[in-house]
C-alpha cells in the first residue's frame, strides 16, 4: 500500500521505486514522497553502456508511473556499479556476491545513478557518477561481509550505507550517488519542473 505523501504547496512527490534508502534520502530534504515502484525490464541492450542503461530505466519509470496530473511529480532513479563498460546488477547469489567483491578489490569502479523527474508533460533527467576505490579485500573480509547480509539486493554486492563503507578506501564524488539518490541533483531536477525544494516553510 502506497504511503500518503506529506501536504505540499501546489504539488505532491511520487517515489517510483520501493527502495528504502532513496526514501530515507528524501526524508533528508524534508519529503516525504507517496511510494509507487514502477514495473520496467531492466535488462540492458546489446552492448549497452552503464550510464546508458541507468538513464534509459530512471527515465522510463518515471514514465510508467506518471500519471500525468500537474499537481504529481515522479520521481525515478537507477543506480549501477560500472567496472569499466561492465555493469555489476545484483548478485544472484553470495557466491555470485563474493566473485563481484574480489574483481573490485584494490580497484576504482564508478557508481552512476540516473534521476528523471517528471510532472504533467514536462520532464528532466540527469546523471550522477562517483568514483569508488575499495581496499585490497582479503578473503576473509569478503567472508565477514557477506556474513552481514548487506551484498544481496544491492548493486555491486555492496552497500556504502552501511558495514559496505568498511571496504572502501576513497571516493570521489557524491556520497548520496552510491547510496542511490544524488542529492543536489534531485533539488535542481524538481526545481526543473517547478517543484521548489529547500525553502522556508512560511516562503
Known amino acids: 500500500m502506497a504511503d500518503a505523501p506529506r501536504p505540499s504547496p501546489g504539488w505532491r512527490l511520487v517515489l517510483a521505486s520501493s527502495s528504502p534508502r532513496r526514501a530515507e534520502l528524501l526524508a533528508r530534504l524534508g519529503l516525504h514522497p507517496a511510494i509507487r515502484p514502477a514495473q520496467v525490464d ?63 578489490s584494490g580497484r576504482t569502479h564508478e557508481v552512476h545513478t540516473a534521476v528523471t523527474v517528471r510532472r504533467g508533460d514536462a520532464e528532466s533527467a540527469a546523471l550522477a557518477t562517483t568514483a569508488v576505490t575499495f581496499r585490497q579485500l582479503t578473503d576473509g573480509e569478503v567472508a565477514w561481509y557477506l556474513a552481514t547480509g548487506e551484498p544481496r539486493g544491492k548493486a555491486g554486492a555492496y552497500a556504502l550505507q552501511g558495514a559496505g563503507a568498511a571496504l572502501v578506501a576513497t571516493m570521489t564524488g557524491c556520497d548520496t550517488t552510491v547510496i542511490g539518490l544524488p542529492l543536489a541533483t534531485t533539488v535542481e531536477l524538481l526545481r526543473a519542473v517547478g517543484a521548489e525544494v529547500l525553502t522556508h516553510p512560511s516562503g
Open 42 to 104: 531492466e535488462t540492458p541492450l546489446a552492448d549497452e553502456l552503464p550510464e546508458d542503461l541507468v538513464a534509459r530505466l530512471a527515465t522510463a519509470k518515471a514514465r510508467t508511473v506518471c500519471r500525468g496530473d500537474d499537481a504529481e511529480v515522479v520521481l525515478a532513479a537507477d543506480t549501477t556499479v560500472a567496472l569499466g563498460r561492465t555493469a555489476l546488477g545484483k548478485p544472484r547469489d553470495d557466491a555470485e556476491a563474493a566473485g563481484m567483491l574480489r574483481q573490485l
